[in-house]
């Protein structure tokens, strides 16, 4: 069993900056890949920034060059640090990590998402 816990979400204004963490505990082999989705009152769920299996990263368009993420591969966990934050990054942010086990199994997990609200 694995677990995602994320924190640093919250209100903040425009141009104001937040940084999200996630950290995952619990029966971890490896971590495949690892990153941040976001989905905002009536939309779909949709990718934020994420480290691919082979250690790249990849950024919704939307947040190149104002979001950068980050890791700590000893504490397995992963930050987003998010600056010149708009209203319309406003959307339950969720942290999310495809997992093997130490009995070899592929899964993956989501954290329990955390509320990031910017005021114009």
């Known amino acids: 069993q694995v677990q995602l816990v994320e924190s640093g979400g919250g209100l903040v204004q425009a141009g104001g900056s937040l940084r999200l963490s996630c950290a995952a505990s619990g029966s971890i082999f490896t971590i495949n890949t690892m990153g941040w989705y976001r989905q905002a009152p009536g939309k779909q769920r949709e990718l934020v920034a994420a480290f691919t299996s082979g250690g790249s990263t990849n950024y919704a368009d939307s947040v190149k060059g104002r979001f950068t993420i980050s890791r700590d591969n000893a504490k397995n966990t992963v930050y987003l640090q998010m600056n010149s934050l708009k209203p319309e990054d406003t959307a339950v942010y969720y942290c999310?990590?495809?997992?093997?086990?130490?009995?070899?199994?592929?899964?993956?997990?989501w954290g329990q998402g955390t509320q990031v609200t910017v005021s114009s």
């Open positions: 999310n990590a495809d997992i093997t086990d130490w009995a070899k199994r592929i899964f993956s997990y």
